[in-house]
């Protein structure tokens, strides 16, 4: 078993969503209105005009002088507020959107206005007063819903996003990339990722160039479960923006889940350049690259990550398995005990660092960390397998161990590698029939376990069935050639059946795998 496959990836991989994309903001057309003075009114019409071109400057003198001129012309100040606002002088736009509600309190536009202004500073709150003022007061205007959808968004309210964004679309009487692709986002965050999609899908329809439309649709399809999409998603994402970086990011994780872990490096090697040089990224390299057998360079990765944050606890997690699986035991334990400084409940940590004492033939520290992974996690029928493969190898106690591969077999009822090992056990308990029972169990769950032939066949030579057990062992040498010691006991098998001839054979290629005592067997007989 890959130790990998212990590790908890969505703790690991974070994916990073761009929230909202909040549009420009739009020239508000003036209606003219009947104005105290003539000279006020040439003023502001000329603001206006200087609006039209951009020239915001210009147009706010013209309004202040309209303002002189007449102190009660509240569009005046509405427009000056705009004008300002256009140069990010927001504080001084938010009081002249303050004095034209002062004259003119149902004033929609003068609402929106400073809503937006507020927005602009950070201050959603108060943007969402103003903008249900906006709506109140304008109720068909589809542009109001959106910037009010856009407010309730950013403060979470997303059911009344959602509804904003709708009301915006009905009253547009058409939709747009924008809306759909902020409609999308509330979607996400509420958890209805098929509608979501549906949005996104249509959104990138209408505006095949919204690169943010493409990065959230690989958010949705991996949240669906649909990787594959999800990369084509971050790839059109990346096409459109190749100095997105969080869709080089999210790409890299999606193909690490697919199994592409070449792609998931070079994804990441991408990040890394772009100068997304953060411990997540290289504890995620870390592991794709551990997955390619490249367990130096996972290690080295890992020791970026840590060097770039002394205190990111998963990256020693990934380096004690990338230690534990270079034979480095005692670097893999060291390791372990520091993430567990952080992360004291992480049962998976307490197993792997068991397995490593294990190897270290600390056997007594093993059980008591395998116990204490059981404790915290009783369902896992992986931790009960490998305590009873301790109780086998190294404890002495058959009948313990028959007892864990009993427990993980009921919590995971295909569980074969459980009932090869407890039919390992029956056999050193000389329990033949148990043995057997649990054996042929084995072979139906996984018809390509040579070890369950092979511990079939030692049965049946036991209870002196040659026949079976040349056949059975016959099996378990062809899914595993090299197996040595299948060649050893068909050798005796075939000998106990008097096919001395075979037996030799057998016996030396064992010898030639290493079992070293076909050697007198083969001096015994084969002369």
């Not at 000279?39 to 019409?45: I, L, V, W």
């Not at 206005?113 to 103003?130: F, P, S, V």
């Not at 009783?378 to 493969?389: D, K």
């Not at 899914?479 to 001839?501: D, S």
Request: aromatic share 12%; charged share 30%; net charge negative.
């Amino acid at each position: 078993m890959k130790l990998l496959s212990v590790i908890n990836v969505n703790k690991i991989f974070t994916l990073r969503i761009v929230l909202l994309r909040i549009l420009p903001v739009f020239m508000l057309l003036f209606i003219p209105l009947n104005t105290k003075g003539q000279t006020a009114e040439e003023y502001f019409k000329e603001g206006a005009e200087l609006i039209e071109k951009e020239e915001f400057r210009g147009a706010i003198e013209q309004f202040t002088k309209a303002i002189e001129l007449d102190g009660d012309f509240a569009e005046a100040y509405n427009m000056r507020g705009f004008a300002k606002l256009r140069l990010r002088e927001h504080k001084e736009a938010l009081q002249d959107f303050y004095e034209a509600l002062q004259l003119k309190d149902d004033y929609a536009e003068a609402y929106f206005n400073r809503g937006y202004t507020m927005m602009e500073i950070g201050n959603y709150q108060g943007a969402l007063r103003d903008l249900d003022e906006a709506v109140h007061l304008d109720p068909e205007n589809g542009e109001y819903y959106y910037y009010r959808g856009n407010a309730n968004s950013v403060l979470e309210n997303h059911r009344d996003a959602i509804d904003d964004y709708t009301m915006a679309m009905e009253l547009s009487e058409e939709e747009t990339g924008d809306i759909l692709y902020n409609r999308a986002v509330s979607y996400n965050e509420l958890g209805e990722h098929g509608k979501a999609a549906e949005d996104l899908e249509k959104a990138v329809e209408m505006n095949p160039s919204l690169g943010e439309a493409h990065f959230l649709l690989g958010v949705v399809n991996y949240g669906l479960g649909n990787n594959k999409e999800a990369i084509d998603n971050y790839s059109e994402a990346i096409n459109h923006d190749p100095d997105n970086e969080d869709a080089w990011y999210n790409r890299g994780y999606a193909r690490y889940k697919t199994g592409d872990m070449e792609g998931a490096v070079e994804d990441y090697n991408k990040v890394i350049e772009m100068g997304g040089d953060s411990a997540e990224v290289y504890n995620n390299r870390g592991l794709a690259k551990s997955e390619t057998g490249d367990l130096e360079g996972a290690v080295e990765d890992y020791n970026e990550a840590l060097e770039i944050d002394p205190d990111f606890p998963m990256a020693y997690f990934n380096r004690g398995f990338a230690n534990f699986d270079m034979g480095n035991y005692r670097a893999a334990v060291e390791d372990l005990e520091v993430y567990l400084e952080a992360e004291p409940e992480a049962a998976d940590a307490y197993y792997a660092m068991a397995r490593a004492y294990r190897r270290l033939d600390e056997l007594e520290k093993a059980k008591d960390l395998y116990n204490k992974a059981i404790e915290m996690r009783p369902e896992s029928p992986q931790y009960f397998f490998h305590r009873g493969s301790l109780y086998v190898n190294g404890l002495d106690d058959l009948d313990a161990a028959i007892s864990d591969f009993t427990k993980a077999i009921e919590l995971k009822p295909d569980f074969y590698d459980a009932y090869n090992a407890r039919a390992t056990a029956w056999i050193m308990k000389t329990e033949y029939m148990e043995a057997l029972e649990d054996a042929t169990a084995a072979i139906e769950i996984n018809p390509e376990n040579s070890k369950a032939f092979y511990n079939r066949g030692i049965v049946m030579l036991r209870i002196e069935d040659h026949y079976s057990a040349i056949n059975d062992l016959t099996r378990a040498i062809e899914l595993e050639p090299g197996f040595g010691r299948a060649h050893f006991y068909r050798g005796v098998a075939h000998m106990e059946h008097g096919f001395t001839e075979e037996a030799c054979k057998d016996f030396n290629s064992a010898l030639e795998l290493g079992i070293l005592q076909a050697d007198s067997l083969i001096q015994e007989i084969c002369k």
